[in-house]
């Protein structure tokens, strides 16, 4: 199977990428998700976690436009496939990838 890349997502799967990349540690708050795939306008409350005595940099790889995704990126993005429209109450953040979520969910 073919590693997924950035260039293969969609721009505003790309974008929250881009996002996770430029936070690196902290959590991103209610952050819409529409037929699978999030929505960005209105931007969702970021959150950044400072750690004193750490390195508070951005991503090696936020300058880069095309890199293979970590395994966490594509479960995430799966996620918001398999949840349609719902609402991701937090998503937390570590070394820019997604590390946990909670989501709301409308339940029938």
């Known amino acids: ?16 990428v881009g996002m996770m990349q430029k936070l690196d540690f902290g959590i991103i708050e209610g952050l819409v998700i529409r037929d ?17 005595g750490a390195g508070n940099g951005r991503r090696p790889e936020a300058g880069l436009t095309d ?11 799966d996620a918001f496939a ?12 570590q070394h ?4 946990r979520m909670q989501v709301e969910e409308v339940t029938s």
């Open 67 to 77: 890199f293979a995704l970590k395994s966490s990126v594509q479960e995430l993005m």
């Open 96 to 99: 820019g990838l997604p590390f």
């Open 82 to 93: 398999s949840l349609g429209n719902a609402t991701v109450r937090r998503l937390e953040v």
């Open 1 to 16: 199977m073919k590693t997924p890349r950035k260039s293969t997502l969609l721009p505003a799967q790309a974008e929250l």
């Open 36 to 52: 699978g795939l999030p929505v960005l306008k209105p931007r969702p409350r970021v959150v950044r976690d400072v750690k004193f």
